[in-house]
């Protein structure tokens, strides 16, 4: 069955470090992966995808993520943490039977401390 | 383009009530979907639809029904609300229907408390 894990409840980061993330997945086939963020009061954004090709996806607000086939991760990453990137992070993967439809993760809550 | 958006935003029912949350988008995508959104669980899909007159399951159906007259509406209906029914919702479209690899535009969500 497919599946998404987020092993960190929260992560801590002070303003200026890099951050991580963490995502693993469980797929039958090809994954298509996701991430979105949403911030307080708000709906989800979307963040970045991996499909195929490269696996070093760029997306919006200088976020990146690794695709790491042999560890089955997904993990998200930026150079240099924000305060305003504060928010919760969820990591999707498509579910089997086709269409458009998500499992996510439980979703991992980031605080970037000044 | 207004997006993907959702009314009410906060709603209060009592047990047995029922009551319907809006979804409407403007950019003409076919797939819609309901998610709903609790604490340690992530986002759980409610119902979707792919196209007009064109709807399913997901994952947790049940309590919850669905229709889709038009491309730009999605209604979700609650016919008996019940307390495990108090979550967040969202609403969630993207412009084709198969790949599995469209992004998704969610709305702002609906808070829901059933007393």
């Known amino acids: 069955a497919q599946s998404v894990a987020q092993p960190e409840d929260q992560v801590n980061v002070a303003e200026g470090n890099p951050l991580t993330v963490k995502c693993t997945y469980s797929v039958s086939g090809n994954p298509y992966l996701f991430w979105y963020v949403q911030y307080p009061n708000r709906g989800l954004q979307f963040l970045l995808k991996y499909i195929t090709g490269d696996n070093l996806v760029k997306g919006s607000y200088g976020f990146e993520a690794e695709f790491n086939k042999s560890q089955t991760s997904f993990h998200l990453k930026k150079p240099s943490a924000l305060v305003s990137d504060s928010a919760l992070y969820f990591c999707?993967?498509?579910?089997?039977?086709?269409?458009?439809?998500?499992?996510f993760g439980a979703g991992t809550r980031l605080a970037v401390h000044p | 383009n207004a997006g993907v958006t959702q009314t009410p935003k906060f709603q209060v029912l009592k047990t047995g009530q029922s009551m319907t949350l809006q979804c409407a988008q403007d950019?003409?995508?076919?797939?819609m979907s309901w998610y709903r959104q609790d604490p340690g669980m992530g986002l759980r899909l409610i119902h979707y639809s792919v196209g007009a007159g064109i709807t399913d399951q997901g994952e947790v159906p049940n309590g919850y029904n669905v229709s889709r007259s038009t491309t730009e509406d999605f209604p979700l209906r609650l016919l008996s609300a019940a307390p495990s029914q108090t979550s967040v919702y969202f609403c969630?479209?993207?412009?084709?229907?198969?790949?599995?690899?469209?992004?998704?535009?969610f709305g702002p969500g609906t808070r829901l408390l059933v007393l």
């Open positions: 950019m003409n995508h076919e797939y």
């Open positions: 969630a479209s993207s412009y084709s229907v198969s790949g599995g690899w469209e992004t998704q535009y």
């Open positions: 999707a993967v498509r579910a089997p039977g086709g269409y458009n439809k998500l499992i």
